[in-house]
């Protein structure tokens, strides 16, 4: 049983370092961006169609962005601040603050994008229908 347990971390560790990679994360052999705010409709080595045929997929990748965007934003402001107290530079702050809320998600968008097939391969196995066929111009 814990053979399997860590099987399944395995894996899952396998998928988001191909993800971080910028990499098709079912195979890692080829890259699954086209450009950076453009991913590739399947992975030119193993034909898995990064949306899953499914329309809005890439939905839960724009709440990831977001999410990080945030996140990377309260942990920054938070040490700025205690790291600052009492004489907190407020306006310093809010600057920068804007700046990191603005051009993150322009910054992280790619790998919200790995990251979130993933994420979605790990709960979700591929399938037969996640293949694209040949004549899709892979």
Known sequence: MAGAAGSHAGRIARLIARALLLRCPRCGRAT???RWFTVRPSCTACR??????????FQG???LNLVVAELLFAVGLVTAVALTWPATPWTAL???????????????????????IALDLALRPSESHDESAAEDGV
Do not use: K, N
């Open 61 to 63: 990748a724009g709440c």
């Open 94 to 116: 809010t600057i920068v603050g804007a700046f990191v809320v603005a051009l993150m998600p322009i910054l992280f968008f790619p790998w919200s994008r790995t990251l979130w």
């Open 32 to 34: 699954a961006m086209q």
């Open 48 to 57: 898995f169609r990064f949306d899953r045929g499914e329309p809005g997929y």
